[in-house]
RNA sequence: GCGCCGUUAGCUCAAUUGGAUAGAGCGUUGGUCUACGGAACCAAAGGCUAGGGAUUCGAGUUCCUUACGGCGCACCA
């Protein structure tokens, strides 16, 4: 039941469709003047009448029902208060009935979108700065296709350019195949950023030459190269599996090689590839933008030729309803022009491209230098957690079986939470201070709810009651205000998706569970007075239980039983 | 220099997209434990929403402007 719609419906005509009016119905700031609001200031004019009356002479005219309980007039806002009993019923029959798909949806039937997150490079060590697009592309692919949505989880690896030439120059100097084979990525790395420290005019030109053979499809360059790239795939797929992401493709740069050239004859052919600087470019001044780069003087492609030949191969492919690029602000830039080039192509499908942007990781002395070693590893933060989580496991809970997957779920989900609870857009940075916190705010907490609402449960269960189909009795207090939080998950999903932004999410969860551990410190649940208000009780905290499960996993993140 | 983004309590952040008295967590101070799990709960203190202007019945939210910070601006990705 969506009320605002219900009670724009019953309203008499004011002047405005009643779309409109159902999009101005607000919640009150506080739940005892009512549920819902309308605020009439905005009819003042057009009915040449105060918005105290208007809202008064609403009140007395609306004629109250089995949905809407009661209408009073405060001020300019009319206020209603919804049949609590009737909101209670139906939100537990329906989380009683989906579960696990509670709040989902089919809005998105029929409809395909392409999300691109993640997106390693080749031969390069996941660090702390890599988390924001896998966690928060991870979660959008969750929730796109909780609502329905076909979803292509695209990992576009960046597997192309000089630098493979330098990691293989390097690789030939200093490397060998045993310390390699020990060190993994780690050792890999260390001869790149040595590379990089040490390079002279002759190094460069001797990488640029390797990247040429790799081009070219020399034998060894290609072995070696294919190499660091399994390498690279293997240790990745390790960290992926710890964080439950998955990808349907990961056709990176390196797969375009041969889909560019095509992109480069469409745009000469309409006319928009022009010659500047000895470099092909198209030129976007008109819409105050820097031309975007198509060829290098000496030929070569460029970051965004890549990206126009993904985008349409994408389009041609998957025939995407939307693109998402789960990518930093810092390609800000980039984006709009790639995507007002597709424009400029004709490409009517532009318009869904969307760049998702999210805030920069920084540490508490500057930014992030793998040159400088001045890195924080994701293993390291991962491992950190999950060894703080056991070690609390072990002090509180000593005689809890599994204590290994608890604490997994436990640290894990802390450093996904971490990076998934703030706006997206907001500049992280990062400490393991904050990040092995796991009071307040945090996963931890949701999972520590669930915890206590598992055990309240499971004493239920072996007294043998049942609470299935228990009636509302109690429709005031802490236990409503849970269940309104219970009752707007749905919408809240919606939100996250429309927003892409997960964190909406995230918000939820604590709120929920900070609504629920209210009620369960105000509420004897096992020790209600009576039987039916215990059944009631059980049946809200199984309800609880349930849509907290359902948010953290849209997140990525499991909850245990006992912790 | 130009463009994009940010600025809310000591710190980290919210605020239903323009609505009523701006809310949480951390930290601080003081409470609640012989218990349905204290990884919790309650309370107190803490705010001219960076400054100024404009629009509006109404602005943290929209527009202009200033300051501070981040990012970007031609052959890296």
């Given at each position: 039941?969506?009320y605002?719609?219900y009670?724009?419906?019953h309203?008499?005509?004011?002047?405005?469709?009643s779309?409109?009016?159902?999009?101005?119905?607000?919640?009150?700031?506080d739940?005892?003047?009512?549920?819902?609001?309308?605020p009439?200031?905005k009819?003042?004019k057009?009915?040449?009448?105060?918005?105290?009356?208007?809202?008064?002479e609403?009140a007395?005219s609306?004629?109250?029902?089995?949905?809407i309980?009661?209408?009073?007039?405060?001020?300019?806002y009319?206020?209603?208060?919804v049949n609590?009993?009737?909101l209670a019923?139906?939100?537990?029959?329906?989380?009683g009935?989906?579960?696990?798909r509670?709040?989902?949806?089919?809005?998105?039937r029929?409809?395909?979108?392409?999300i691109?997150?993640?997106?390693?490079?080749i031969?390069?060590?996941?660090?702390?700065?890599?988390?924001?697009?896998?966690?928060?592309?991870s979660?959008?692919?969750?929730?796109?296709?909780?609502?329905g949505?076909h979803?292509?989880?695209i990992n576009?690896l960046?597997d192309y350019g000089?630098?493979?030439?330098?990691?293989?120059?390097?690789?030939?100097?200093?490397?060998n195949?045993?310390?390699?084979?020990?060190?993994?990525i780690?050792?890999?790395?260390d001869l790149?950023?040595r590379?990089n420290?040490?390079?002279?005019?002759?190094?460069?030109?001797?990488?640029?030459?390797?990247?040429?053979?790799?081009?070219?499809?020399?034998r060894?360059?290609?072995?070696l190269f294919?190499w660091f790239k399994?390498l690279?795939?293997?240790?990745?797929?390790k960290?992926?599996d710890?964080?439950?992401?998955?990808?349907?493709?990961?056709?990176?740069?390196?797969?375009y090689?041969?889909?560019m050239?095509?992109?480069v004859e469409?745009?000469?052919e309409?006319?928009?590839l022009?010659?500047?600087?000895?470099?092909?470019?198209v030129?976007l001044?008109q819409?105050?933008m820097p031309?975007?780069?198509i060829?290098r003087?000496?030929?070569?492609?460029?970051?965004?030729t890549?990206?126009l030949?993904?985008?349409?191969?994408?389009?041609?492919t998957?025939?995407f309803?939307?693109?998402l690029y789960?990518?930093?602000?810092?390609?800000?830039?980039h984006f709009?022009?790639v995507?007002?080039?597709?424009e400029?192509m004709?490409?009517?499908?532009?318009k869904?491209?969307?760049?998702?942007a999210y805030?920069?990781?920084?540490?508490?002395?500057?930014?992030?230098?793998?040159?400088?070693?001045?890195?924080?590893?994701?293993?390291?933060?991962?491992s950190?957690?999950?060894?703080?989580?056991l070690s609390i496991i072990?002090?509180?809970?000593?005689?809890?079986?599994?204590?290994e997957?608890?604490?997994e779920?436990?640290?894990?989900?802390?450093v996904?939470?971490?990076?998934?609870?703030?706006?997206?857009?907001?500049?992280?940075?990062?400490?393991?201070?904050?990040?092995l916190n796991?009071?307040?705010e945090?996963s931890?907490?949701?999972?520590?709810?669930?915890?206590?609402?598992?055990?309240?449960l499971?004493k239920?269960?072996?007294a043998?009651?049942?609470?299935?189909?228990?009636p509302?009795?109690?429709?005031?207090?802490?236990?409503?205000?849970?269940?309104?939080?219970i009752?707007?998950?749905?919408?809240?999903v919606?939100l996250?998706?429309?927003?892409?932004?997960?964190?909406?999410?995230?918000?939820?969860?604590?709120?929920?569970?900070?609504?629920?551990?209210?009620?369960?410190?105000e509420s004897?649940?096992m020790?209600?007075?009576?039987e039916?208000?215990?059944?009631y009780r059980?049946?809200?905290?199984?309800?609880a239980?349930?849509?907290l499960t359902?948010?953290?996993?849209?997140?990525?993140?499991g909850?245990?039983e006992k912790?």
């Open positions: 039941m969506d605002k719609t009670i724009a419906a309203l008499p005509d004011l002047g405005l469709p779309e409109e009016i159902a999009a101005a119905i607000a919640v009150p700031p739940s005892s003047l009512g549920d819902y609001a309308l009439c200031f009819f003042a057009l009915l040449r009448k105060s918005p105290a009356l208007i809202a008064e609403l007395s609306y004629e109250t029902d089995a949905v309980g009661e209408v009073a007039a405060a001020g300019g009319l206020n209603f208060k609590r009993k009737r019923e139906e939100t537990l029959a329906r989380v009935k989906e579960g696990a509670y709040g989902s949806s089919d809005m998105g029929g409809k395909t979108i392409c691109d997150y993640s997106s390693v490079n031969a390069k060590p996941f660090h702390i700065g890599h988390l924001s697009t896998t966690a928060l592309g979660a959008l692919y969750r929730i796109f296709g909780f609502l949505y979803v292509v989880g576009h960046g000089t630098q493979f030439g330098k990691l293989i120059s390097a690789y030939k100097r200093w490397g195949r045993e310390e390699v084979e020990k060190g993994g780690h050792a890999v790395n790149y950023v590379f420290n040490e390079a002279t005019e002759e190094m460069e030109a001797e990488a640029r030459e390797y990247f040429r053979l790799i081009e070219s499809g020399d060894e360059a290609n072995e294919d399994e690279t795939l293997s240790y990745v797929k960290i992926y710890r964080l439950h992401v998955t990808f349907d493709s990961y056709a990176g740069e390196r797969f090689t041969d889909k050239q095509p992109v469409e745009l000469r309409k006319g928009l022009v010659e500047s600087r000895g470099a092909q470019i030129d001044e819409y105050g031309p975007c780069l060829l003087s000496d030929g070569a492609s460029l970051y965004a890549r990206d030949a993904a985008a349409i191969y994408r389009k041609n998957y025939d309803d939307k693109c789960v990518v930093a602000y810092q390609q800000n830039l709009k022009q995507f007002q080039v597709l400029l004709g490409k009517e499908w532009a869904d491209m969307v760049h998702v805030g920069m990781v920084s540490l508490e002395d500057g930014a992030m230098s793998t040159r400088k070693g001045k890195v924080v590893w994701l293993e390291e933060v991962i950190r957690c999950v060894e703080k989580a072990t002090e509180k809970n000593p005689d809890l079986e599994n204590k997957d608890v604490a779920k436990v640290g894990v989900g802390a996904m939470f971490g990076a998934l609870y703030n706006n997206k857009i907001k500049d992280i940075v990062f400490s393991y201070d904050k990040a796991f009071d307040g945090t931890v907490y949701v999972q520590y709810t669930c915890a206590r609402a598992s055990s309240v499971a239920a269960r072996e043998g009651i049942r609470y299935e189909n228990a509302p009795s109690e429709v005031n207090g802490p236990e409503f205000e849970l269940l309104k939080a009752a707007e998950f749905p919408a809240t919606v996250a998706a429309k927003n892409y932004e997960p964190s909406c999410i995230a918000r939820f969860a604590v709120d929920t569970a900070q609504k629920f551990n209210k009620f369960y410190i004897k649940i020790g209600a007075e009576t039916e208000l215990r059944a059980l049946r809200l905290t199984d309800a239980r349930t849509v359902v948010a953290l996993g849209l997140l990525g993140i909850i245990p912790m």
